[in-house]
């Protein structure tokens, strides 16, 4: 409990920090702070315009889906150590464009389904899982280079983004994901998303 309040505490005051540096100009935002940041490219943390390709998932892929990873346990722990509480799992597909052939197997259809689509300059391709009663620490992705498509498969799980909260359950959402974020599974079942991580427009 004590480690938990002190991080509590200390994110908050990080954030203050962060919100006096983005007033003095130091930071493009409060919330925009990668490890990495090319200037110049447009920094929105959602991006409701952006053209999507046509890939809607089935039930019947969805479903091969959590049947296949959630079901069989072929998941393990996202990276980072950025689980706050319960159980928040990953399964890769997809790495720098090229798909892991032992991985699509284990869901038949849907690497190719990805592939047929056509996403620019694809890079990572992963399913995220986050159990019931399950949330993760606030995070932001490395750079400002890619942008983030989230295809919901199964339950719901709330995404607060920068200073803007959104329900994944049902339609598309795009993300840059080097704007500070967190997700939070409220359901009694498990929220499973496929993510697939492309390239920001202004680096192609």
């Not at 954030?15 to 540096?21: E, F, G, K, L, P």
């Not at 038949?108 to 391709?125: N, Q, S, T, W, Y």
């Not at 200073?163 to 994944?168: G, H, K, N």
């Amino acid at each position: 409990k004590q480690w938990y309040q002190r991080r509590v505490r200390g994110d908050e005051e990080a954030m203050a920090a962060y919100q006096d540096a983005a007033k003095r100009g130091l930071l493009p935002s409060a919330y925009q702070r990668p490890k990495s940041l090319v200037s110049g490219l447009r920094a929105e943390p959602i991006w409701s315009d952006y053209t999507l390709p046509e890939l809607v998932l089935t039930e019947e892929e969805r479903n091969t889906i959590v049947d296949n990873v959630i079901y069989k346990g072929l998941f393990g722990e996202m990276e980072g150590n950025l689980g706050k509480v319960g159980v928040w799992g990953y399964y890769s597909l997809a790495d720098q464009g090229t798909f892991n052939k032992k991985s699509c197997e284990a869901v038949p259809g849907i690497c190719d389904r990805i592939e047929d689509a056509k996403f620019p300059h694809l890079d990572k391709v992963y399913v995220s899982l986050l159990y019931p009663e399950s949330a993760t620490w606030s995070h932001t992705a490395p750079d400002n280079t890619k942008l983030s498509v989230i295809l919901p498969v199964a339950g719901s799980t709330k995404l607060r983004i920068a200073d803007t909260t959104v329900v994944i359950s049902e339609d598309t959402v795009v993300i840059d994901p080097s704007f500070e974020k967190e997700f939070v599974n409220e359901e009694q079942d498990a929220a499973v998303v496929l993510v697939i991580s492309v390239a920001h427009p202004g680096t192609i």
